[in-house]
Nanobody
Framework: QVQLVESGGGSAQAGGSLRLSCAAS????????MGWYRQAPGKQREWVTS???????DYADTVKGRFIISRDNTKRTVFLQMNSLKPEDTAVYYC??????????WGQGTQVTVSS
């Protein structure tokens, strides 16, 4: 059974930082591309960032230069370091995994709230 379990969400002031983690089980983690999505109230879920099995990263323009994705294959965990947080970063953040073109496995989400 595949499980992606996010942790590390919470509240922060604008300009602050948070670090999210996503622990994976039930998949061959090292060969999967891992990603983070987010969904703000009243908005559609949007892609935030991805990291391939080889460590290549990509970011949405809205977070580029502020967020950093990384992975530890020995711990089967992907991280999202969020710096210089803005109120518009407030959302539920979801971890996702894909082997091919589309993300097929999802976590349950963790809330991030940024106050001004």
């Amino acid at each position: 059974q595949v499980q992606l379990v996010e942790s590390g969400g919470g509240s922060a002031q604008a300009g602050g930082s948070l670090r999210l983690s996503c622990a994976a089980s039930g998949i061959a983690f090292s060969v999967f591309t891992m990603g983070w999505y987010r969904q703000a109230p009243g908005k559609q879920r949007e892609w935030v960032t991805s990291i391939t099995s080889g460590g290549d990263t990509d970011y949405a323009d809205t977070v580029k230069g502020r967020f950093i994705i990384s992975r530890d294959n020995t711990k089967r965990t992907v991280f999202l370091q969020m710096n210089s947080l803005k109120p518009e970063d407030t959302a539920v953040y979801y971890c996702a995994a894909r082997r091919r073109l589309t993300f097929e496995f999802w976590g349950q989400g963790t809330q991030v709230t940024v106050s001004s």
